[in-house]
């Protein structure tokens, strides 16, 4: 800015000039690597989600394998459940369901069958195998506006009494995972001990 | 990973091959969720006026460089439907801003309200005309106090403006 103008060229620049117009170029240089860096980012666009540490949306939604038993929010309370939001028509959701098969040995993952017809859900879980505890099945796809849902893939993880602790968006691979799923649980897990400890301690 | 059909506008070269490729690995995957077919219903000119000025300030949240009213992404269906609905229902359009902003985060809003998070954002403009005026001051000084040795009339001359 201020080592362009040179109106005199005959009047030597002053040193502060030249020490902000070096600082204006290195700090434009480093935006500049910043943004090629994280070009690459898969998560590039990703919003923040609002949801985080809010209650999760409420909804009832029949059983993609029973369509005559519905799940509400509330019965899922009571300890921490993923919420897996996916479809058949999505490419990226076979690519997480590996991960989500190892993680759900020994988790509560449910299934959010996203905009989907009922035949081609079943068929995909057949097919692949089905990693989740129960699937729900939402068609037109009212719940995922709740969820703020903008595409498939997304997880959601929920903690015991109901509450928003941590989401993804794309497909999660192991790595997503092992640093960032598990250390979230385990907060939740350890919130809910001291919770716990808390009510025994106190008569 | 978003829709390909974003994918697919934002960046057209990688967007066909990658069509290429799904098309010619996994026929029988349909790439895009389930969709209504049926328009809009409007009940009025007005209503339909008022949803499309709504819809143009507020972005779609998956195709993030378009408005909700110029997205083709499945979401942005989705939303344009329910934002509808909403405004049938009798709400304002504060409130069903409130009711995006509540789900998807303030990003939704064009235009953000004025709040201790964005005061960078909106007041960023005034800061650097300030600091470029401040700048211009001080050179305009200096100059000035250099040349003042020499007659009034050719700093006039000389500096044009």
Known sequence: MSESPAPRPSRPLPPVAIVIGVLFFFGLLGLMIYGVMKSGDPQRDVLPSALIDKPAPAFALPVLHDPSMTVRSEELRGAPYLLNVWGSWCAACREEHPVLTRFAESKRVIGYNWKDEPADALHWLETLGNPFMVVLSDVEGRTAIDWGVTAAPETFLVDGSGIVRWKYSGAMTQQVVDEKLIPALQKIEKAQGNADAGLHGNP | ?161
């Open chain 2, 1 to 161: 990973m978003p829709m390909p059909a974003c994918t697919a506008i934002r960046n057209a070269g990688r967007g066909l091959l990658l069509a290429l490729l799904m098309a010619a690995a996994l026929p029988a995957l349909a790439q895009q969720p389930l969709h209504d077919p049926r328009p809009l219903a409007f009940r009025d000119a007005a209503e339909e006026s008022r949803f499309h000025d709504l819809a143009a300030q507020l972005r779609c949240v998956q195709c993030q460089n378009q408005s909700l009213a110029d997205s083709n992404a499945q979401i942005a269906q989705d939303l344009r439907r329910e934002v509808l609905q909403l405004m049938q229902q009798g709400h304002d359009d504060a409130q069903i801003k409130q009711f995006l902003v509540a789900r998807y985060g303030e990003f939704v809003l064009y235009q953000p309200p004025l709040q201790p998070g964005t005061w960078l954002l909106w007041g960023g403009p005034l800061l650097l005309l300030g600091a470029g005026g401040l700048v211009v001051l001080g050179i305009v000084r200096r100059r000035g106090r250099n040349v003042a040795p020499a007659p009034a009339g050719n700093t006039d001359e000389g500096d044009g403006w």
